[in-house]
């Protein structure tokens, strides 16, 4: 049995993965971590979990949740997850990030569209975690890079076109919607239910959306040579899923 620790448990992505790995007959999630809830059950932060997960959700103190478990799955927002990985890959375990912090590549060009990293010389090692794609690699890896939401929908959509070289790589448009659990847990306004019920609306337009550099990273990888995209992100008023419409 695989022994597993969630890393930020009490928000979307943790609940999920809470859910998914309950399910998994060879993984037991032993350990959960949240700041906000330290102390409590996950299942009184997500009732959903209740008689399926009722861990008590720990402070983050990565050295002794190492040596607890196997693998550490991190949701954690972009630079948290940087700042405690490393310990876990030092007293050898593997990682699967949620955050955006391993998924590029480049240190600059993550610099340009976060903020500086933290820890450039873990980037060679990460391998990007699209199993239909990379599926040998990920056996292998101690770090995955989770993709991100809409990367996942563009990139899996795109790759038999781009590998077949059945279309222009130089004229790809993206038109893109997700619902508004694709923005976290945390309290927004613009995420407030008044806000957006009976909306739908264009966001991060004009190209500055923090996921094109990831999109076009994997599809210059899968075209041979680089390329650029135009794509634009939509709100709308539904609790999850994301349609991307590409055009070429």
């Not at 959960?32 to 402070?59: N, W």
């Not at 050898?92 to 976060?114: E, F, I, N, P, T």
């Not at 893109?176 to 957006?196: F, I, P, Q």
Request: aromatic share 6%; hydrophobic share 40%.
């Amino acid at each position: 049995m695989i022994k597993v620790a969630i890393v930020g448990a009490s928000g979307y992505t943790g609940v999920e993965l809470i859910r998914i790995l309950h399910a998994h007959p060879e993984v037991a999630v032993t350990c959960v971590t949240s700041e906000q809830s330290a102390g409590r059950p996950v299942s009184d932060v997500f009732p959903t979990l209740r008689g399926r997960c009722d861990l008590i959700l720990e402070p983050l103190e990565p050295a002794g949740i190492a040596e607890q478990v196997d693998v550490v799955f991190t949701a954690l927002p972009h630079k948290a997850a940087m700042a405690v990985v490393p310990t876990f890959l030092k007293m050898g375990k593997d990682v699967v990030d949620l955050s955006a912090d391993y998924r590029l590549h480049d240190a600059d060009v993550y610099g340009k569209w976060y903020e500086k990293h933290l820890t450039p010389e873990l980037l060679p090692q990460a391998v990007y975690g699209i199993p239909e794609l990379r599926r040998d690699k990920i056996k292998e890896a101690s770090l995955i890079a989770n993709p991100g939401c809409y990367p996942t929908s563009v990139i899996l959509g795109l790759a038999p076109l781009l590998k077949g070289k059945v279309i222009d790589p130089k004229s790809i448009i993206v038109d893109a919607k997700s619902g508004t659990s694709g923005a976290g847990r945390g309290a927004k306004v613009d995420n407030l239910y008044c806000e957006v019920n009976e909306g739908f609306k264009a966001y991060a337009v004009g190209g500055v959306h923090r996921h094109i550099p990831e999109i076009e990273q994997e599809l210059s990888l899968l075209a041979g040579s680089p390329l650029a995209i135009s794509f634009t992100p939509h709100l709308v008023p539904m609790d999850r899923g994301i349609l991307s419409t590409i055009y070429s």
